[in-house]
């Protein structure tokens, strides 16, 4: 591998290292160990799972095809059947950007006391700001590279010596002995919350502005790889810091402030403003992928013009696309609805659409027409489809249970 | 009459069943406002966090167990509760 | 060449490599004791609405009339085509095209008020 494939390579993994965590992963994962303890720890691996061969595919399906992900799928299956699955992913693309400047909100908030509702605009502003005026490469790194400093909750966790024993067998799916319905609700949520349909839209339109080709698919396999698998390191290291710190008092993470104590009592006055900026961060991080992918999406859907590092004059509609919605994610935030329960239903419904983003995804990647002899192996696509239909399942049973209350 | 009154009976044993949950849901919920109260508190007398965000934990406790208290609980619970917010209005 | 698979759907780009759309539909002439022949391309918001539903259509009419931007539908000939393979490549200069109308009235009373779009 040259010198200049690998530092790029290097850089990618880092990218998806800092951009793995955000508001949804850490919500889910710190309050399925303040109430489970270690016994959710399975969700995050099998999703992940999912997330790497999903994320792989995407690469792989734009660097042979030249095709981004959205492009391809109205082209293959036709506008009708296009029309239903895209509308879904742009409303619940919306919650989430919603639930993601209210996670930055949220962070400024811990350390300023200064209201969501107030500076639910302002951060809007800055973030289309960021979009319109950066590129792509310099968005994903500088968020990324500061996104590192959700390494702390690792470093926590392996400081609180978790028993090894007791970890493994979180690895494992139990039925919970009490709180059923919240268990699978967390599930399904943590499924959400990790595979997230604006992730490889976005990955794949990446690809396709960087030009990618045949040569990348090495490169592309190791980032899913070890992109994904590190960034994962860093939900399984929420959730143990959560369970070590929480549930051992009984408190349940009913609202961030609750949370934002959790780093606290293990890395002294570090805990606070690392938890408060690895939110924020994370969080901007997150917004500026979503509000890029559902311009993506449309654009792509339509036939328009798009690419972040082309000028907004050059891509108007696309342009105006992503302003509109970072505009009506804002709005929804001034609204003063609880960030907490908004990350954590708009997680669950993004677990329930995902037959319907996977499924002609999955057609495609095997398509030779498309992909050429790069089409799937028998085990990405059967991981892909397993976690899939069993988060989809559960999320349809369990959202109508937590929703009336059930446990 | 027979049919009505075992509509009846599963009618009043599922509200007793609910009535339950909520019971125990809300005493959960006061015993984790009552260690986070405690909890932050620790944290910041060893100066871990700041004197703004312990305001905002305490708030943000007296507004979720005042609204708790709007719906009917038994005794029991509401002496817990009176107990948290009085924890919380002391740290204030 | 199957119509479906290697024409309907597919990006159009314009000579100058611009995106101009998507090929929302396809015109066939039918001609008396010869095979069909594609006469033209379509594109717009009407030929899109019209492959869901005849109200659709009518409302999308409607709009496009009212706001004045541009045709409900756009035809390019197929004789503009000039590759097909991964996009549909035709012979049309996109910034000056009544296809682009929407994209040059973003850009004009939008994109350029924002300062420095």
């Known amino acids: ?407 | 009459m027979t049919f009505r009154h075992g509509v009846a009976a599963g009618l009043l044993l599922i509200l007793s069943a609910c009535h339950r949950d909520e019971e125990k849901d809300t005493r959960d919920k006061l015993r984790s406002w009552r260690s986070t109260l405690e909890l932050v508190r620790l944290q910041r007398e060893q100066h871990n966090v700041p004197a703004v965000y312990a305001k905002q934990v305490v708030d943000q406790a007296i507004d979720d167990v005042s609204k708790e208290f709007k719906k009917p609980h038994e005794r029991a619970t509401r002496e817990e509760g009176e107990r948290v917010l009085a924890l919380a209005a002391k740290q204030r | 060449m199957k119509l479906v698979r290697d024409v309907l759907d597919k990006q159009i780009r314009g000579r100058d490599g611009e995106k101009l759309g998507k090929v929302d539909g396809i015109i066939l002439e039918l001609r008396e004791g010869e095979p069909p022949r594609v006469a033209y391309l379509e594109l717009g918001s009407a030929t899109m609405a019209r492959r869901i539903s005849r109200r659709l259509e009518r409302w999308a009419i409607v709009l496009n009339r009212k706001l004045g931007v541009r045709r409900p539908r756009y035809r390019i000939a197929f004789d503009r085509v000039l590759a097909y393979e991964v996009d549909v490549k035709v012979d049309i200069d996109t910034r000056t095209s009544p296809a682009f109308a929407w994209e040059r009235w973003f850009r004009d009373h939008i994109i350029r008020r924002i300062p420095p779009g």
């Open chain 1, 1 to 407: 591998m040259k010198k200049k494939d690998l530092m790029n390579l290097t850089l990618g993994i880092i990218t998806s290292i800092g951009g793995f965590l955000e508001v949804g992963s850490m919500a889910t994962a710190a309050t399925a160990g303040a109430l489970f303890g270690y016994k959710l720890l399975w969700a995050i691996f099998f999703s992940t799972l999912g997330l790497i061969f999903l994320i792989e595919m995407s690469g792989r399906f734009a660097a042979v095809s030249k095709r981004a992900l959205a492009d391809a799928v109205r082209e293959r299956f036709g506008f009708v059947f296009t029309i239903v699955p895209r509308l879904l992913e742009v409303l619940v693309n919306l919650l989430v950007l919603a639930a993601e400047i209210g996670g930055v909100c949220l962070a400024i908030k811990l350390v300023t006391g200064w209201p969501i509702v107030a500076l639910a605009i302002p951060i809007a502003l800055l973030l289309w700001l960021v979009i319109w005026f950066g590129t792509l490469s310099w968005i994903e790194n500088s968020t990324a590279i500061l996104g590192l400093m959700t390494i702390a909750f690792v470093v926590a966790a392996w400081k609180l010596h978790p028993d090894p024993h007791e970890l493994l067998r979180g690895f494992v799916p139990s039925r919970p002995s009490e709180g059923a319905a919240k268990y699978w609700f967390l599930a399904v949520s943590i499924a959400g919350s990790t595979i997230s349909p604006y992730m490889f839209h976005f990955y794949s339109s990446g690809a396709v502005e960087e030009k990618w080709d045949e040569e990348s698919l090495t490169s592309n396999r190791l980032t899913a790889i070890g992109g994904m698998g590190f960034g994962c390191l860093m939900s399984i290291g929420v959730l143990i810091v959560s369970a070590r710190v929480f549930l051992p008092l009984h408190i349940q993470v009913d609202s961030y402030e609750q949370l934002a104590v959790v780093l606290s009592p293990v890395l002294g006055r570090w805990g606070f403003p690392l938890f408060a900026g690895s939110l924020g961060v994370c969080c901007f991080g997150a917004a500026a992928e979503l509000a890029l992918s559902t311009g993506y999406l449309i654009a792509q859907t339509f036939g328009w013009n798009w690419g972040e590092d082309r000028r907004p004059l050059e891509e108007a509609r696309f342009s105006a696309t992503y302003s509109i919605v970072i505009v009506l994610a804002a709005v929804i935030m001034t609204t003063g609805l609880d960030p907490l329960k908004l990350t954590l239903f708009s997680m669950a419904l993004t677990a329930v659409i995902l037959p319907a983003v996977i499924v002609p995804f999955l057609l495609l990647v095997n398509d030779e027409h498309y992909v050429g002899k790069h089409v799937s192996g028998w085990i990405g696509n059967t991981v892909v489809v397993i976690v899939v239909l069993v988060a989809s399942v559960i999320a349809l049973v369990a959202i109508p249970l937590e929703l009336a209350g059930g446990s």
